[in-house]
């Protein structure tokens, strides 16, 4: 299947290290990734409002120039993205009505567009880009069994605790990525790669999301809760997919620090560093030094051991 | 052919206002009138009840109606009852329709006028398939005095020997080598803690000593032909490998047997050899080879068994058998199965060996158990000193399990945590609940009784359940208190939800009858039919229709065995001659019908050359009279007659359906008026 790669903001911006990391472990597997061309917002948080136009436009848009550009599919790293496009894509596809409304809509937007010579035809767009996770790319295009042939440190001496946070999984019946109870697909992408994966109670909690601005206090409790179950199985690393979720557990820690006696730092990391360094990509090209909690003495302890160089 | 209908009735029913809210009766039976094509015209608000009844008798006498539409709710439910009106009146019985204007317009639409539009023509069509309807005689047919039970639970223990009472045959199936089912498996009942097994085998050893049941065990029905009063099944008897009759059940067999497996009946909890007796009670008792598990039926490879056995019970020869039995009713009770545990990955059943479920609990409190009532934990063997129960497991979740509620995991939870307590001194359960559902008499009372025994209730959901040093953390709300809850527990006992026996869906289809959505057994009425099956002659009991406990499931089952003993107590059977048709002249022995009849009811003549109909098993499908490329079979009571002049009646658009659309009847209120006059007041000042 021909795909799409969609960064997202967060991942030009914030998550620099998301995206660099990303592109550099697709590479190192011997694929490539494109950027779809002129990409837009992926409606963020618009799809929660109520107007209707408002909570689909974004994402159709964005799927219709995916199709265009002659694409079948559409992967995203950032969990929010996914959660959006594939929902959207979701309604386009069983919603007669709010596939007309949007068609309508973005056609005579289109028609409107009066500077834009040649005026290009409004193709109805219904849903037939696949909107992917890469995870879910990984697993099901470039194979798990493929990649456990290209690594080349295996990991086996970190102990890693993988989190999946929430809009990977939910709403479940609109994703369908994993069971939202018992998902699976991190364990398994993290045990192909060599990690030792811990079988982590916390992993499907609340990291304190939004929380982190409205009520710092709650959120810092719910990333507390989450860090020390890690700790206390022993973890060396708790492995992230999302950017909020990173946010909320690494930067928090020097705050978690000064409020709870017991707290010790654990450093995070997303699955595509981890990925990327499994593959044997030097930890300079990995964007360590944006962590809060640096992450390099926890890594350089596979490299000892893994006889591998940098 | 007789003649058409010409002095035709139409009664339209308000239903309450079922109907009456959303289709305009009043104004159909203007409009009916106005047209002057019907004898009668007739609304009223229950056309069903006795006064209903008077109305549309007398219209019968008095204007010697030859035809009658009644407009009211599905003739599933009340064509029975207006055929009898019809009949009492005189007239044949078979030329009354029902317009069915409930569940297929006024429940299904809003008070529009194209609703009322729709009943017109649902009414219309009705009319013209009366107008064209011939005199029909029902037909008569013999009844076999034999009856089959499905399942050898307590449900068709209870159904057999009722009917065996009676003085009738009866042929009991059940799947497992032994019948019991899954009350033999549980420890004490609630609310009396009485022992299960106490009430329940003596009621097996009846069954199987009765001289009227015959038990096939570790057999299943494998086809099933005929109708009500003369239905012709065929049972397969998987092999054995040990004859009933030469076992002595002494056990010489496991004792040499090499093969060790999980047992079924303990739930794994214990082991079993591959020639084995599922418990010490069972009926028949009788050894069973397990050919999946077995070294190989080939004597060379093992024969253990074999040579061991002083009976010479064993024959590694043994092949499936048909048994053939005729029979007039059929008792489904196939009973339940409890939904898996891996489906609810919030409760780390995959991950922790004791995260049991409620059956594997009852197993492990019962006095017959591998552990002789010790309640000991599977991963270890160690006594738990605390147990979290876990109600509502894969109930009540209509997004990702089951939307329905159990029903009897509120009372078997409670008693198991008595249980338990009595038990284990110092012990302490848990209890996370939605809502306590005590409906049953006792059963309020036994819940207070778990209270007062010190089980902790918590009401809330469990979001996850994790092992952490050494315990098993369950964490959950706590809804009353208003927060989270944990509680660190030694075991985890999941009511999971109950669900239709996983044959249910093969068993339902080779009976023609209907499953729920859930795929529990359909009754023909939840409220006054419960346990007749919509297919007639077959009957329901026990948790094959829904949960039950079991004494809803032993009342059930007596219920229907009541039923049976009604029908096959007749000499004779009417039928409705609703069935095919063969005019001989026209067939020209293609025998296209022969091969389309799923009911094995069209049936060669060789000296004639004609496919001709036998109605007692013909259903009235209509498979062979669309099929038939000469038109000779046709449908009785659907002619194609009668449906092309329905077919014309529901496209016609009548002046009064124009009207309606078009609000042109609308009465004008005398309030509007006057409050047009005022609108104009300012008007008329300005001049």
Known sequence: MKVGYYPGCTLKGKAKSLDDTTMLAVRLLGNELVEIPDWTCCGATTPLTETKIANLIAQTRLLAKTRDAGYEGLVTTCPFCFSTLKRANKSLRDDSLKRRRMNTYLAEDQRLRDYEIPKPAWEEYSGQVKVLHMLEWLRDEIGFEYISRAVRRPLSDLRVAPFYGCQLLRPSEDLALCDPENPVILEDFLRVIGADTLDFPARIDCCGSYLSIAKPSAALRASFRILDAARRLGADAIIVTCPLCFYNLDSAQPRMLAEFADFRTIPVLYFTQLLAFALGSPMELLGLDSHTVDPKPVLMKIKRTAGVEP | ?687
């Open chain 2, 1 to 687: 052919m007789s003649q058409p209908a010409q002095r035709i009735g139409l009664f339209i029913c308000h239903c309450g206002r079922n109907i009456a809210d959303t289709v305009d009766v009043e104004d159909l039976a203007r409009v009916f009138r106005e047209e002057g094509e019907l004898t009668v015209v007739e609304h009223y608000t229950y056309l069903c009840s006795d006064p209903g009844q008077n109305l549309i008798l007398n219209a019968i006498k008095s204007k010697r109606l030859d035809g009658v539409v009644i407009a009211s709710c599905s003739p599933i439910l009340h064509e029975e009852t207006f055929r009898a009106v019809a009949e009492a009146g005189g007239m044949n019985k078979y030329k009354v329709d029902i317009a069915n204007i409930r569940e297929q317009c006024s429940w299904v639409h809003d008070r529009t006028p194209e609703t009322t539009n729709k009943a017109e023509s649902i009414i219309r069509a009705s009319i013209a398939k009366v107008r064209h309807s011939q005199q029909l005689q029902p037909i008569k047919s013999p009844v076999v005095k034999r009856a089959l039970v499905i399942g050898a639970g307590v449900a068709g223990i209870q159904a057999a020997l009722d009917i065996a009472t009676a003085g009738i045959e009866v042929v009991l199936v059940e799947k497992n080598p032994s019948i019991g089912g899954h009350m033999a498996q549980l420890s004490e009942t609630f609310p009396t803690f009485d022992c299960s097994q106490c009430i329940l085998t003596p009621k097996m050893v009846e069954a199987s000593r009765n001289p009227l049941i015959s038990l096939y065990t570790y057999s299943e029905v494998e086809q099933v032909s005929g109708s009500m009063g003369d239905f012709h099944v065929k049972i397969r008897e998987k092999p054995r490998y040990v004859y009933t009759d030469k076992c002595t059940s002494c056990g010489d067999c496991t004792r040499v047997c090499p093969v060790v497996v999980p047992s079924e009946f303990d739930m794994g909890l214990q082991s079993r050899k591959a020639i084995y007796i599922p418990f010490p009670q069972a009926v028949p008792a009788v050894y069973t080879l397990d050919v999946d598990n077995c070294l190989g039926l080939f004597p060379l490879a093992c024969g253990k068994c074999r040579d061991a056995c002083g009976a010479k019970a064993i024959n590694y020869d043994m092949k499936p058998k048909i048994f053939e039995e005729h029979v007039g009713a059929i008792v489904v009770a196939t009973g339940f199965d409890l939904y898996p545990m891996n489906n609810l990955g919030e409760y780390g059943y995959d991950k922790i060996a004791d995260v049991i479920d409620g059956l594997y609990f009852e197993r492990l409190v019962s006095a017959s158990g591998p552990t002789l009532g010790v309640v000991r934990r599977p991963s270890d063997g160690k006594i738990p000193k605390e147990i979290v129960f876990i109600q509502c497991a894969g109930s009540r979740e209509p997004e990702r399990h089951k939307g329905y509620c159990s029903k009897i995991c509120c009372m078997y939870t409670a008693k198991q945590a008595m249980l338990y307590q009595r038990r284990v001194p110092g012990g302490q359960s848990y209890i996370f609940y939605i809502d306590v559902r005590a409906g049953g008499r006792d059963y309020e009372e036994f819940y207070r009784r778990a209270l007062d025994e010190g089980v902790i209730y918590i009401r809330g959901k469990v979001s996850k359940v994790y092992q952490e040093d050494g315990k098993i953390v369950v964490r959950g709300a706590d809804t009353l208190a208003g927060g989270p809850v944990e509680v660190k527990a030694d075991m985890v006992v999941l009511a999971t939800a109950m669900e239709p026996s996983r044959g249910i869906k093969d068993t339902a289809h080779k009976l023609g009858i209907q499953c729920t959505a859930d795929g529990w057994v359909r009754e023909i009425h939840p409220k006054l039919r419960p346990v007749e099956a919509v297919t007639p002659g077959i009957y329901l009991a026990g948790t094959a229709q829904g949960p039950k406990d079991i004494p809803e499931t032993v009342a059930q089952a007596s219920g229907a065995a009541s039923k049976v003993i009604g029908l096959l107590s007749r000499s004779e059977i009417t039928k409705d001659p609703l069935v095919a048709v063969v005019e001989e002249e026209h067939c020209v022995g293609c025998k296209m019908c022969l091969m389309q009849c799923p009911f094995s009811a069209r049936e060669w003549v060789e000296d004639r050359h004609v496919a001709v109909v036998n109605a007692v098993l013909c259903e009235g499908c209509g498979v062979c009279a669309a099929g038939c490329p000469s038109g000779a079979t046709t449908q009785a009571g659907f002619t194609n007659q009668q449906i092309y002049a329905q077919l014309a009646a529901l496209l016609y658009e009548s002046p009064g359906m124009i009207h309606r659309t078009l609000g042109i009847n609308d009465p004008i209120r005398p309030d509007e008026i006057a409050v047009n006059e005022t609108d104009t007041e300012p008007v008329k000042a300005l001049k």
